[in-house]
């Protein structure tokens, strides 16, 4: 059995904490067991509000993007605002939304063909090398 993480945290220093930073403590974080969110939210916090290698504009649309693919109307809700409060577009969010529906796409004829995956990656190295020699071409 794994051990249980432990935090220094109190789980009313992390409701406070909550509060301080949204405004306030939404439903759906208190329902988490309290000794589960001293733990998730300091991660939540950190990977979605605090700064990161990802742009916080950039980290949103790829969130965005998960939770369309997810068909989850709560995290689309919450990623395509929090994207917008961090600078998306519109259009932005719209393309992030086409891209989540294209890998969506090809990823299942992918797996419906169960395409051989060495041919794939041999492929897409040719497509690699190929693209590069345009690109360094133009250049």
Known sequence: ????????????????????????????????????????????????????????????LMQFAVASSHHCQYCSTFHSGAAELNGATEEEIAEAGLLTSITQRWSSMLHAQQYDYDTFVDEFNQIGAYLTEQQQAAN
Request: glycine share 4%; hydrophobic share 35%.
């Open 1 to 60: 059995m794994a051990a249980t993480p432990t935090t220094n945290t109190s789980y009313q220093d992390t409701l406070t904490d909550i509060e301080d930073t949204l405004g306030v403590v939404p439903g759906f974080m208190a329902a988490v067991p309290e000794d589960a969110l001293v733990h998730e939210w300091p991660v939540f916090k950190q990977y979605t509000l605090g700064e990161t290698e990802i742009p916080p504009k950039y980290r949103e």
